[in-house]
Each structure stands twice: as structure tokens, then as C-alpha cells.
């Protein structure tokens, strides 16, 4: 496809474009029946595989909309595609390529894109969108090189490479670093923007320095560049809540209420669960009664963070009022919420109920998840029912995580197990549960092999298949061990 057959402005109008373009916009078609990764993968082949034409600015909002929903590799896969087909890339395009390389390809490879650009494209928003990839990936030598880097090259500098910074500092436990950045800001003449503040605020707020946190705010208000939003006042707000300065919260949540004049679901979600923090039950009914009235439809995650907050103020039964009235109306039955309120049940020792809503989750189309196993594993441990524990672990392994990856069980919950099968010299059991973790790690580790070894010298049993896991595994046990391993081993 050459260059001429996208169109760089939004002159031309979707509906009256020739039948040798996409009937309609690019987006829609994508995302016709939900956002899902799979439907939206699809659509785009067949999209692909149609060799029908598209504007430009469509493929611009169509990266924009599947990075917004984290759906990286089919933006990846557009923007590539469409390169090969001869959309022209302009700068601000090449630092969103490199973001998706990064993404989902890793940081070397957005190195290599990075290298490969021609110099003319290594400009501020490129070497900006590398510095960002340092920073998420927490590779702090690599992301203070690269930004001293893009000032001995005079690149000019906005806040948003300073507040990449300013996020890793935060990310890596380094608050300390944050004001001289601030200050380096200031120097250079470079704007603070809200993300500045709030993020200069938090670290304030992480060395317990309230009374500087304050007159952060009492400088952006007198520099007047910069209004306060309601994500400030959130910030502010959970901020007094940690210190356990209450009455200052609420005054703070009063403000984001009243900046929150678009009505952003995120910021009526932040005043539930910060009132609920504060202990502030009335408050949080008040808003969520606001939040209904706002929005026609009560999205899912709505009803997760108002289940969650009411079950950590303890009204349990205000929870279970509100998943029925969330139940009786949802097109998917969302497991999230039902875990919500399963994990209530098992910490007040209900686990009736929780059978129960598992169940009746599972017949309703949602089935358990990890979460949910993860939540039953608890419950059995503390109540001392391993063998229930050990099948939740072998459960939630083979579901696995919501983003595909692997389900591992926390070295606390291994050793907990481990050291019940030693206990009560149970081989097998230990066996067994090495097994069932091994499906999910490479290497089942030291401490556990340990304890598998005093496990067969408390049973008084001998094993000929122990010393070649140990090698198969690379694994050194320590000095007792090997003094047992000696008595345990046979050829």
C-alpha cells in the first residue's frame, strides 16, 4: 500500500469515503463486540487480511484506544503492519513504537529500535519514551545516563522525563533524591505540572514530613500555572488518612468533590474508598448514591471497590446487600466481586458461604481463578486442613494468573506446608507437594529440598532418587543436611 492511501488530517469524512477504504472507523470495527484481547486480535486480522484502506489519524486513535486498555500486541502488530504498507511515521509515532517494542518485546528491544532510528527521529519525545522504559523496568543507572545524555544534546526538556525520573526515585525507596530534581526543575525553567506536585508531595509524605507536604500545595496554588485536580486532593487526602489526620482528609476530599466537575469514575471511587479509610460510613453511602445517579449503568469495578470498602469497615451485611442488588442486574458475572465477598466470609470463619458463592459463581459462567483458590489456601491453613491447602495450591497452578502467567504459592505458604509434612514425617505428603509446585517452578529451591531431607531421616526412610534431585537442581543443601543426606541416600 503506498503512502498517498493514508490521509494525514481528518478532513475526510468515514462515511463518504470509497468502497476501497474500511466502511467504517478502524476503532469501531476493533472493537465491535468488547475489548477483549482475543475478539480484538481477530477483528484486526480480518481487518489485515482485507488489504482495505484507512486514514491515517484512524490508526493514530486506534493505537491511542488499544494502549488505553492494554492491548499492546495488537497495537504493536498495527502500527507494523502499516509501516510495511507505507504509512509515513512521524516522530511522536516512533516514540509510541518504541513504547509498544518495549512493552511487549522487552527493553533490548526497544533499545535496538531505538538505535536503528534514523538521527532525525532521535529527538526529545524518542529519547523521552526510552528514559520512560528505563524507569518502569526500575533500571535507574541506565535512566540517569540517558537523561544527562539528552542535556549535553540540549534537547528541550518538559516535566515529563524529570517526572519519569521522579516516579522511579518513588518506585525504588529513594525519596530523598526527588527535591534536588525539583530544584533542577525549577533552575531550568521547566514548568511543574500536577503529576510534579503529586509526586513531590508523596515522597514529602514518605519521610512523614506533613508540614512540608502542605506548603507544596500552598506553592501551587500561589504559582497559579498549575489548578489543583481532583487526583491532587486524592493524593492530599490519602496522604492525611495515613497519617491518621482525619479531619484534614475529609477537608480534602471536600475539595476533590468539588473539582471533580466532569464526573470521573475514578474520582467518585477514590472518595469511597478514602472515606472508608477515614471511617467515614455515612460518607461513603452519600457518595455512592452520587456515583449511581451519575452514571446510567453501575460498572463492575464500582461495585468491587464499594463491596471492598464496606467489608473493611466491617458491614459485612451492607457487602452482601450490595453484591445481591449487583447480582441481580450484571450481564458477566465478574469473579473479582464474588471473591471480594468470599475472602469476608472465610476471614469472619464462614466457609459455608463461601462454598456456596464459589458455586454459585461457577454455575452463573464465572469460574474460580487463582484469587479464589489463593483466598480457600488461607482459610485452610490457618484452620490447619492441609491436604485442602495443598489442593488449592495445585488448583490456583493449574488455572494459573488472569494475564497468563504462571500462579506461584509465597515462600511463607511453602515452608508453612513443608514444615506440617515434617512434623508428621510425612513423605509422601512432602513428595506430593514438591511435585505439584514443580509444575509451576523451575527449581523447587534450597530450603524446600532441605526440608524434604529431614522430612525422610524424622520418617526413618531411606530414598535412592534424593541426591539426583539435588543435582538436577543445582542445589547445595547446608551442613546438617548433608550430614542427614548421608543416612537417608541409597544407591
Not at 493505537?63 to 509515513?88: C, F, H, I, V, W
Not at 516514540?95 to 527521529?121: M, Q
Amino acid at each position: 500500500m503506498s503512502v498517498n492511501q493514508f490521509q494525514f488530517g481528518r478532513t475526510k469524512s468515514v462515511a463518504k469515503r470509497s468502497k476501497k477504504y474500511l466502511e467504517e472507523a478502524l476503532y469501531t470495527r476493533l472493537f465491535r463486540e468488547g475489548s477483549e484481547e482475543a475478539s480484538v486480535r481477530h477483528k484486526l486480522n480480518q481487518f489485515l487480511k482485507s488489504h482495505k484502506r484507512v486514514y491515517k489519524w484512524e490508526v493514530g486513535d486506534t493505537l491511542k484506544k488499544l494502549r488505553d486498555r492494554k492491548l499492546y500486541y495488537p497495537a504493536l502488530k498495527l502500527s507494523e503492519t502499516m509501516t510495511k504498507r507505507g504509512m509515513n511515521k512521524m516522530v511522536s509515532d516512533h516514540a509510541i513504537h518504541l513504547d509498544l517494542v518495549a512493552k511487549t518485546r522487552g527493553i533490548a528491544a526497544a533499545e535496538n529500535y531505538f538505535i536503528d532510528l534514523p538521527e532525525s527521529s532521535k529527538n526529545h519525545l524518542c529519547y523521552g519514551a526510552l528514559l520512560n522504559c528505563y524507569c518502569k523496568e526500575l533500571m535507574t543507572e541506565e535512566a540517569e545516563a540517558l537523561m544527562e545524555k539528552m542535556k549535553e544534546l540540549n534537547l528541550p526538556l518538559s516535566a515529563m522525563p524529570y517526572n519519569s525520573l521522579l516516579t522511579l526515585y518513588t518506585k525504588t525507596g529513594q525519596p530523598e533524591k526527588i527535591p534536588a530534581i525539583i530544584q533542577e526543575m525549577k533552575a531550568s525553567n521547566v514548568m511543574l505540572d500536577s503529576y510534579t506536585y503529586n509526586v513531590w508531595m508523596r515522597a514529602l509524605a514518605a519521610v512523614n514530613d506533613i508540614a512540608e507536604t502542605e506548603r507544596v500545595i500552598d506553592e501551587m496554588k500561589r504559582d497559579g500555572r498549575v489548578a489543583g485536580d481532583w487526583t491532587t486532593y486524592s493524593n492530599l487526602a490519602s496522604i492525611y488518612v495515613d497519617a491518621g489526620l482525619f479531619e484534614k482528609a475529609e477537608k480534602a476530599l471536600k475539595e476533590l468533590e468539588k473539582r471533580n466537575v466532569c464526573r470521573e469514575l475514578s474520582a467518585y471511587q477514590f472518595l469511597i474508598t478514602l472515606y472508608g479509610r477515614a471511617g467515614n460510613l455515612i460518607e461513603v453511602f452519600r457518595v455512592w448514591r452520587s456515583l449511581r445517579l451519575a452514571f446510567l449503568k453501575t460498572a463492575n469495578i464500582s461495585y468491587l471497590n464499594m463491596i471492598q470498602t464496606l467489608i473493611n469497615l466491617k458491614d459485612l451485611p451492607g457487602a452482601e446487600k450490595c453484591f445481591r442488588e449487583w447480582e441481580s442486574g450484571c450481564s458477566t458475572y465478574d469473579i473479582r466481586i464474588a471473591n471480594a465477598l468470599i475472602g469476608a466470609y472465610t476471614k469472619e470463619g464462614l466457609l459455608e458461604k463461601a462454598e456456596e458463592l464459589k458455586e454459585r459463581a461457577r454455575r452463573r459462567g464465572a469460574k474460580p481463578n487463582a484469587k479464589t483458590w489463593e483466598i480457600f489456601l488461607d482459610y485452610y491453613l490457618k484452620s490447619g486442613e492441609f491436604k485442602l491447602a495443598v489442593d488449592c495450591v495445585a488448583n490456583a497452578i493449574s488455572i494459573g494468573r488472569g494475564d497468563g502467567g504462571k500462579w506461584l504459592p509465597s515462600s511463607v505458604v511453602v515452608r508453612r506446608l513443608m514444615e506440617h509434612f515434617e512434623q508428621e514425617k510425612d513423605v509422601d505428603g512432602a513428595e506430593g507437594f514438591l511435585e505439584i509446585l514443580k509444575k509451576a517452578v523451575d527449581n523447587v529451591g534450597a530450603e524446600a529440598l532441605e526440608s524434604l531431607i529431614r522430612t525422610y531421616a524424622a520418617a526413618g526412610r531411606t530414598s535412592p532418587v534424593i541426591r539426583r534431585w539435588l543435582k538436577m537442581e543445582n542445589v547445595e543443601v547446608n551442613e546438617v543436611c548433608m550430614k542427614l543426606l548421608e543416612k537417608i541416600s541409597v544407591e
